[in-house]
């Protein structure tokens, strides 16, 4: 069975080779940290080197967009924060601070670059972070894109992958994010959030405190399922507020940072 597995990663591994980059972008990137991964595990990707093999390759215009396979169980893990050396950095061409941003769905994080790289600069990334999930080992592979359209133009020279090992998942859930409501024409409000992210969601709970007269009364929610709405239709107009906190649930009970969410 493992033979049948690795076999099967060689020839995942073999058509990455095939995939359809940008031949206009000549910019490397390479890692040298450790190829094999675990499930439920966060490891970083470092160091991780980038370099311009041409003048206007790497601007300030696109900046850097690093992309995590997208059918693949992985994505980047925010809470550490990305530090940035070389002569990228000793020139003024990235800020050794740059602030990051991440993609709605974590597959795609965001250096922001200040002024455009001349050829053979580098930039050298530690504290860059990703997590896997409970799911298949596979091949996967690290991208980057130069000119924001959120495409592959360059892969990684180094492939990667994740083992079948069972891991204990101490790893909690992304918040919801995007939180907004509508009223419909019963009187109902209903909640709605971005697409959850993470692979492992069991459920997202939603706590309802109602305020009326200054005084508070609780509603706890157990809203099982991988969604993001749900319908209020215990909503007054006497109420003075409403505030629902949010949070998400994965299968072993790991519980997101809570997000509150007043009307």
């Known amino acids: 069975m493992k033979k049948t597995k690795y076999f099967f990663a060689w020839m995942l591994a073999l058509s990455f080779a095939f995939l359809p980059l940008k031949t206009a972008s000549a910019a490397s990137l390479g890692s040298t940290f450790p190829t094999v991964m675990q499930l439920q595990e966060i490891r970083d990707f470092s160091p991780l080197t980038i370099e311009a093999d041409e003048e ?32 990228a950095v000793e ?5 050794a ?62 492939h990667y992958e994740v ?11 992304y918040p919801v994010s995007g939180a907004q409501h509508e009223l419909n024409e019963e ?12 692979y492992d969601v069991d459920y997202v709970r939603i706590d309802k405190t109602l305020v009326t007269n200054g005084e508070d009364k609780s509603f706890p929610k157990a809203y099982s399922g991988y969604k993001n709405e749900f319908t209020d239709t215990q909503i007054t107009d006497e109420a003075d507020s409403v505030t629902y906190e949010i949070y998400v649930v994965d299968f072993v009970g790991n519980v997101s940072p809570t997000v509150e969410y007043t009307v």
């Open 187 to 198: 009187g109902e409000l209903i909640l709605t959030w971005d697409a959850l992210a993470d």
């Open 97 to 158: 601070n740059a602030e990051v941003t991440y993609s709605s769905d974590y597959k795609v994080v965001h250096i922001p670059v200040k002024k455009d790289f001349l050829p053979e600069e580098k930039l050298e990334i530690d504290l860059l972070q990703a997590r896997t999930y409970q799911y298949d080992f596979s091949d996967r592979y690290l991208g980057m894109d130069l000119n924001g359209d959120l495409e592959v133009d360059v892969l990684d020279l180094n």
């Open 56 to 87: 206007e390759e790497i601007t300030a215009e696109h900046g850097i967009n690093l992309i995590l396979d997208p059918d693949m169980w992985i994505l980047w893990h925010t809470e550490a924060t990305p530090k940035f050396t070389g002569e």
């Open 91 to 95: 020139n003024g061409r990235v800020s």
């Open 163 to 173: 083992e079948d090992i069972d891991n204990t998942d101490f790893i909690n859930p």
